[in-house]
């Protein structure tokens, strides 16, 4: 699924305009993403969460040379689905927990 059609999907909803779903659409991502810059969690129940993972400063490999390279330590996404997410994708798992 795209940002299109997750557009579509939200003016399908009720009587928006295209204009108005774009403007929904980015507003929740946008919120999203200046939490996770400022160091906040996300954390939306029966779907997930999303924070920010520090990695640590690393020696990699070149694939092609072997050479060694610094990899400095960044700041990622992560997304962690909660349970109720996981039983909606794999819903025969679900059935042999119970």
């Known amino acids: 699924m795209t940002k299109a059609d997750l557009v579509e999907k939200v003016t399908g909803l009720g009587d928006l305009t295209r204009k108005d779903g774009e403007v ?3 507003t929740i991502f946008g919120s999203v993403i200046g939490a996770l810059q400022s160091g906040d969690k996300i954390e ?3 779907f997930g969460s999303f924070r920010i993972r520090q990695r640590n400063p690393r020696i990699g490999r070149n ?3 072997g050479a ?3 990899v ?3 700041r990622v996404p992560y997304f962690k689905p909660s349970k ?3 039983d909606l994708v794999n819903p025969g798992e679900a059935a042999k927990a119970s």
């Open 44 to 46: 939306i129940r029966g």
């Open 24 to 26: 929904i659409v980015e």
């Open 63 to 65: 694939p092609k040379t």
């Open 68 to 70: 060694r390279v610094d």
């Open 72 to 74: 400095p330590a960044k």
């Open 84 to 86: 109720e997410l996981r």
